[in-house]
């Protein structure tokens, strides 16, 4: 019966436009073909499998304390880097590129260790509940096709981007701007041509320094002919606020669209926020990496203040970890230490609360990448991304005690709950893994 509905009976909590966070007990959510075809109480039930002749076997009641949340959204990560996540976190930006990571990302010329470095993010991600990632691979178009296929066989969510770089980077890990076009149409050529809903090509000029005017001009009109998403670096480090308008320079060349990823955007001034929300472009926070490379404090606050779209990412490997619950938690901390710095000022500050940032982990991240019809949270007619907690899992990194409320046990998966407590993780519908 591979065509026949199934059924996840328990608790749900998501984000909803009005609300950062819901929690629906005692509930039946239907999934057929990837997608949601219900969401009704527990009472509906027998008439529901009588309407949708879902077999007995397909109803999965979860146990108590188990719930459902969407998928996870990073919505910037960086593949080859996984390499060296966790280690050369002594430097800042610029000494960190050329020091550690392009000429870690040059060897990925190499295919069988690009294979081997690929299987394991993807393995990693998932398996921490990143149903859907915003990916950057290297310039290298073989290694980026080899990163598809592996996202593909796991069944994972991705926009997937070749790096363009044709300045200011070492000789042994730089492109003409010819071959950087040639390459990059074909990667989107060939990858269109795969017709998997699950995968896009995404245009990615890695930041301004490295990208002429011509590379990036012609990426606009790429993008506008494959009618594909965009990312890149945008003012990182306070040294990126130097001479010109970075965003202007972005949207000369067509690229600020409403499915445009911003990494970073820490040193973002009003007036380029406003011209963010107008163009409907979104920024990946990515808080692990703005500490590790001491780059800086995004004010979360003020950009969603200002009504842009905003998401969370890890940036591996300029942040650490490759989980998106650490990147929630990071999120949290330079928000408390914002608070910390206006409060010396005797100013008031809002901090992020828990509910805001899973908001943001979530429904939040499927803004930014412009999939907020498709996911993000539980809503009849979406795809079926999501992760079955299990907070009683053996080996549970936290305890639960008979005083705790559902809200409790939320917070405490949120902050220091892990992969253990991810017993299943579905994209569109279907269980996914790495290896
Ligand atoms: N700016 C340009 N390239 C990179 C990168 O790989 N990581 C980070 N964090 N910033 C960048
Ligand atoms: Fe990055």
Known sequence: MADSATVFHGTFVHSTKEEDMVIHSDMVIGVKRGKIIFIEHETSLPDLMSEYSVPR???????????????LVDTHIHAPQYTFAGSNMDLQLYDWLNTYTYPTEAK??????AMDVYSKVVDRTLKNGTTTACYYATLHRDATNLLLQVIEKAGQRAYVGKVNMDCRTPSFYQETTEESLEETEKFVESTISKKNPLVTPII?????????????????????????????????????????????VWDKAGLLKHNTVLAHCVYMSEVQLDLLRQRGSGIAHCPNSNITLRS??????????????????TDVSGGYSSSMLDALR??????????????????????????????????????????????????????????????????????????????????????????????????????????
């Not at 990925?108 to 260790?113: E, G």
């Not at 930041?207 to 506008?224: K, N, P």
């Not at 943001?360 to 539980?378: H, Q, R, Y």
């Open 57 to 71: 076997d397909n109803v999965r009641h979860l146990e108590k304390w188990q719930f459902l949340i969407p998928g």
């Open 108 to 113: 990925f010329k190499d295919l069988t260790y």
């Open 204 to 248: 990615t000029p890695r930041s301004i320094g490295t990208s002429s005017e011509e590379l990036r001009t012609s990426l606009g009109q790429l993008s506008q002919q494959y009618q594909l998403p965009v990312q890149t670096h945008v003012l990182e480090t306070r040294g990126d606020l130097a001479t010109f308008d970075h965003l202007h």
């Open 296 to 313: 800086g404090f995004l004010d979360v606050r003020n950009v969603l203040a200002k009504g842009c779209k905003i998401g969370l990412a």
């Open 330 to 435: 990071s999120a949290s901390q330079v928000s408390k230490t914002i608070a910390i710095q206006r409060e010396e000022r005797g100013e008031n500050y809002k901090m992020l609360s828990y509910k805001e940032l899973f908001r943001l982990a979530t429904l939040g991240g499927s803004e930014v990448m412009g999939l907020d019809e498709t996911i993000g949270n539980f809503q009849v007619g979406k795809d079926f991304d999501a992760i079955v907690v299990d907070p009683l899992v053996e080996n549970s990194p936290f305890d639960v005690f008979s005083t705790d409320t559902f809200s409790d046990i939320i917070q405490k998966f949120l902050f220091l709950g892990d992969d253990r407590n991810m017993i299943d993780v579905f994209v569109a519908g279907t269980r996914a893994s790495g290896r």
